[in-house]
């Protein structure tokens, strides 16, 4: 069986080739295991990759440009919409060369795309709604798109979660992230993880307002004791600027490393013995299960479907939302439980293993047989 993807991964020219969202790259490499083959119609970007960008290194995948579009102004999203005929016609060639698809939500073409497999397509497929599904304020966009595949469409779609009153087409998946080798290393590099000193704490993201990272050293300013001896950050963003400045003033070392691949990032998790995520909305991030592997005890916000997985003080932390205050008041509230740390990790990386390529390849086995 073949198969198109359609989603607005970021892809970019590097040395030649053709490099996509690390992340993304990796799950549908992992795919090829159901699929023969695989064409994915997705965004070109000029300018120059970040280090967390992949090749596919298969021939069985095809890579099908799109321009990029939209944006945050009025004119952005016109010149977005004048390119839907274009979108459309890739979409539409695209598909009379595979046997199913994947349609990956929220993005802005899904605004006319979602409306299009719905109505015009006849192939069997599936929807992936990766981000926030009960998101509070929602752009009107991922709105619309949320309530046609709900109520206006019948095939199946995977998101992050239960939700109350759900209806049977549509799937809590976990967003995959590990394979079973990768998790049985990271269970061998961290059973032996001690949490009796020298605790280093991690932020893996974006350094943009929604992550916090700056809430993150704010609050840390300001703890009386603070438990950690160090803070690793890896990411990049506009805030970067503004962190720096603000590392100095913390009275515990911090570095920031900078956009990491994967390889970097699991020396990251292998070194800290917690991730803080004080996000301001999320759906799942990949990067909760990756270092959860690794025995990092989450400290991270209780939005989307988070708080199905973390239980507090049972296998990690929840804040009840990503302001300086609330992560200033957690992390003085677990300076009592020391002792419990080894216990916290040992369950979380149990968790983890939900999260594997084999498990998620297994179910989309299921979800897509006849």
Known sequence: MKLAIISHTEHYQSDGQIVGLGPTVREIKHLLDVFEEIWHVAVLHPGTAPASALPYHSDKIHFVPLKPSGGPTWSDKWKALWQMPEVLATVRQTLQQVDCFQFRAPTGIGNVVIPYLSLFCKKPGWFKYAGNWAQQNAPIGYRWQRYWLEKLQKRPVTLNGHWPGQAPHMHAFENPCLSEKEWEEAQERSQNKRFDAGLTLCFVGSLTPNKGAVQMLE????????????????????????????????????????????????????????????????????????????????????????????????????????????????????????????????????????????????????????
């Open 219 to 370: 609050a840390i300013r300001k703890l009386d004791k603070p438990l950690f001896e160090k803070v690793l950050i890896a990411g990049d963003g506009p805030q970067r600027a503004e962190l720096e400045i603000l590392a100095k003033k913390c009275p515990i070392e911090v570095e920031l490393l900078g956009l990491q691949d994967r390889n970097q990032l699991n020396e990251v998790y292998a070194q800290a013995h917690f991730i803080l995520l004080p996000s301001e909305n999320e759906g799942f991030p990949k990067v909760i299960a990756e270092a959860a592997a690794y025995g990092c005890i989450p400290i991270v916000t209780d939005v989307s479907c988070i708080g199905e997985y973390i239980h507090q003080a049972e296998n990690g932390f929840l804040l009840p939302d990503n302001s300086m205050r609330s992560i200033q008041s957690q992390l003085e509230g677990i300076r009592p439980l020391t002792h419990h740390f080894p216990a916290l990790a040992a369950a979380v990386r149990e968790l983890s293993r939900a999260f594997t390529y084999e498990r998620y390849r297994n179910r989309i086995r299921a979800l897509m047989a006849p």
